[in-house]
């Protein structure tokens, strides 16, 4: 059995932005046209009138305040509430794994390691832009990697389920480097026309590379342990699917895009993903109130972070440095949150310095992973 290292990550970011004021305009231009268009209907009382968003409800109810997307057009057209995407050719890389290629590069770069390091790609994701052949293997291929590659999906814990699985093939010699990415776009299948959930997602791309201890660079992070942990739940689904044309279903139909009961989710979630990761840390030798430096944790929700913090941590009195924040800027990016929270906010820890990655989400799923700085 060899250590294993993440020795590099990387993140992909869209060039557009959309504010939260720029999405509530235009939600409420939709409200506005939906209860004009049905006011006989809602007059009658067989319609319910629609309500409108409101900026203050969503920084308030998450701590969002933009999201990043592929295409926003299309999302801010109240006549159309989703992006314009362009089908791609088969001679031409699909959007999905063009912006893996991205990440998947400047995480190599950050590693120090070149395609011919690499002998799997593994891509993990909330959802897949087709059903075969995997996105991996075509990633592998444009950044010309020898080895294999397959596609994997845990929604919000794709990348920690994806990095065991990159630690797993490490560790047992089925591969000797591992780039795991995170391709993200949430827009494409996001109900931005619900008030309830239209302002929480974002698109991204996070990618990492796993090694040999024996291989990564000084300053890579070794890792300690991983913790995986699943529990059904119809509280976040998506019944968009192969069979939905046999079942002659409504391919619109609005089970077919993101639902939630997000404040079920809350409730549920905070415990269970305090109690994973504190379990995780005991049975390493770890006190999660002492002896962890930074908590890298999936962003969904500012209050159920500093809630899962405080519990973590025993006070509720929590240093802004010991669980970063990156979901003001980015929304739930899906599985790539505690990543972009890992990249951006790690440079600064010493060698010696214990952290974990946690993501918790749909399924249910939770997934940790206790890392310490070389
Ligand atoms: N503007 C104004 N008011 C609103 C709005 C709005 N947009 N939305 C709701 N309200 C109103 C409600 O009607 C309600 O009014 P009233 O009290 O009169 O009934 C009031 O505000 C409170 O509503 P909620 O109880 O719904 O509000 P919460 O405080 O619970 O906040 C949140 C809602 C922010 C959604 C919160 O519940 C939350 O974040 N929960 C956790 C969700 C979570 O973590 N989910 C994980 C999902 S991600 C995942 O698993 C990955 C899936 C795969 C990716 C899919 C990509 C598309």
């Not at 319910?48 to 409800?57: D, G, N, W, Y």
């Not at 590379?209 to 890792?223: F, H, I, M, N, T």
């Not at 504190?278 to 929700?301: K, M």
């Not at 405080?310 to 509720?316: E, Y």
């Amino acid at each position: 059995m060899h250590q294993v290292a993440i020795s590099g990550t990387g993140l992909f970011v869209p060039s557009q932005v959309i504010t939260n004021d720029e999405l509530v305009a235009s939600f409420n231009a939709y409200v506005a046209k939906y209860n004009a268009d049905h006011a006989e209907a809602i007059a009658r009382g067989e319609l319910q009138p629609l309500a409108e968003s409101s900026s203050a409800f969503i920084e308030a109810a998450s701590g969002i305040k933009q999201r990043y997307v592929i295409e926003k057009e299309g999302v801010l057209n109240p006549e159309r509430l989703h992006p314009y995407l362009k089908e791609r050719p088969n001679d031409q890389l699909s959007l999905m794994a063009e912006i893996a290629v991205d990440a998947g590069r400047k995480a190599m770069d950050a590693a120090g390691v070149g395609p011919e390091a690499i002998d799997a790609v593994i891509c993990s994701a909330a959802n897949m832009q087709r059903a075969y052949p995997a996105m991996a293997i075509e990633i592998q291929e444009a950044l010309g990697i020898q080895g294999y590659g397959y596609d994997m999906n845990v929604a919000c814990s794709s990348a920690t389920f994806g990095i065991e699985q990159a630690v797993n093939a490490v560790r047992t010699g089925t591969a000797k480097a591992v780039l795991m990415v995170n391709p993200e776009i949430t827009s494409a299948h996001q109900a931005w026309l619900d008030r309830d959930c239209h302002f929480i997602f974002g698109d991204v791309c996070t990618a990492v590379v796993v090694q040999r201890l024996e291989d990564a660079k000084p300053g890579s992070w070794e890792v300690l342990g991983t913790k995986l942990a699943t529990k059904f739940s119809n509280n976040i689904r998506n019944n968009f699917g192969f069979m939905n044309r046999s079942e002659d279903a409504d391919p619109s139909g609005r089970d077919k895009l993101f639902m939630q009961e997000g404040r079920k989710v809350f409730k549920e979630v905070c415990p269970m993903a305090a109690e994973h990761m504190s379990t995780h840390l005991a049975s390493l030798g770890y006190n999660s109130a002492t002896d962890v430096r930074r908590y890298w944790l999936h962003q969904a929700n500012l209050n159920m972070n500093q809630l899962i913090a405080k519990k973590l941590l025993g006070t509720s009195d929590v240093a802004a440095d010991k669980a970063p924040v990156i979901l003001d800027e980015f929304a739930n990016t899906a599985s790539a949150g505690s990543v972009i929270a890992f990249h951006r906010h790690s440079d600064d820890l010493v060698k010696g310095d214990v952290g974990v990655i946690c993501s918790f989400g749909a399924g249910y799923s939770i997934g940790s992973v206790v890392v310490r700085k070389t």
